[in-house]
């Protein structure tokens, strides 16, 4: 896919309506209370995820492209769990991850297939999903990050970098950019070479989730002052 092509235009198009839509989407079902959407979308995440999943595991196996080990991956099932269990942890890996990582890959996308392809087709629903999804939780349902969350998001995602970065090195593969960075340019590129770009991820990643817990934390206890 061309970066900034006709297809990849009409993604993003897709994808700035759907922002307000899923934030929207999240406030009707505070009001009513049920389940049923959001388990409907955790759903749609599965069905768009695993037969893809399926395929790259069996037909076309590439062992540095075809394992889950990318964050998105994981972000994608955090937002199913999210979505399906409310969660307030698997909401804050999504809130985190989905608003962080995965709207780089979507402004950026290192993607080779076009569409109608496969891949194409489910990195763009895998990817659109988890953003949304992330604004139905938080700014629609509600379910705002604490500090514990923060921490166990910042926990999660160290975790997943060293496990990453120990595999890249067995297997001489490039999950999670860990090792060099995409091809095709990426905001990477602004961070300097490696490992400083590594680095400068890992400050900017602790300082802007920070930022945005915070201002929730703030919220919470400005309406239990109210509220006492």
């Known amino acids: 896919m061309e970066p900034y092509g006709v297809a990849h235009l009409v993604m993003l198009g897709v994808f700035v309506i759907g922002v307000p839509s899923a934030g929207l989407l999240g406030r009707r079902g505070r009001r009513t209370g049920a389940h049923g959407v959001s388990r409907a979308l955790a759903l749609l995440l599965l069905v768009a995820a695993v037969p ?20 998105s991956d994981l972000a ?22 989905g ?4 709207t780089q890959a979507i402004v950026t996308p290192s993607l080779g297939e076009d569409f109608p ?15 949304w999804a992330a604004i139905y939780l938080v700014w629609g349902l509600g379910l705002t990050p604490r500090w514990r969350e923060y921490r166990i998001a910042l926990a999660a995602t160290l975790g997943w970098a060293v496990g990453a970065y120990g595999f890249n090195l067995l297997a001489e593969t490039n999950y999670g950019y860990l090792v060099r960075k995409p091809s095709s340019g990426s905001a990477l590129d602004l961070l300097g070479p490696w490992p400083v770009y590594v680095a400068a991820e890992i400050a900017i990643v602790v300082v802007v989730w920070a930022l945005m817990t915070w201002p929730w934390v703030r919220h919470a206890e400005a309406a239990s002052s109210g509220s006492a």
Do not use: C, Q
């Not at 076309?60 to 889950?68: K, M, N, Q």
């Not at 392809?117 to 953003?131: G, N, S």
């Open 52 to 71: 893809s999943l399926v395929l790259d595991l069996t037909t076309r196996f590439e062992v540095g492209v075809s394992l889950p080990l990318h964050l």
């Open 76 to 97: 994608w099932m955090a937002a199913a769990l999210a979505l399906w269990t409310r969660w307030r942890w698997a909401v804050a890996l999504t809130y985190f991850w």
């Open 99 to 102: 608003l962080v990582l995965t």
């Open 117 to 131: 392809d496969p891949r194409f087709v489910a990195f763009w629903v895998l990817h659109l999903l988890v953003v």
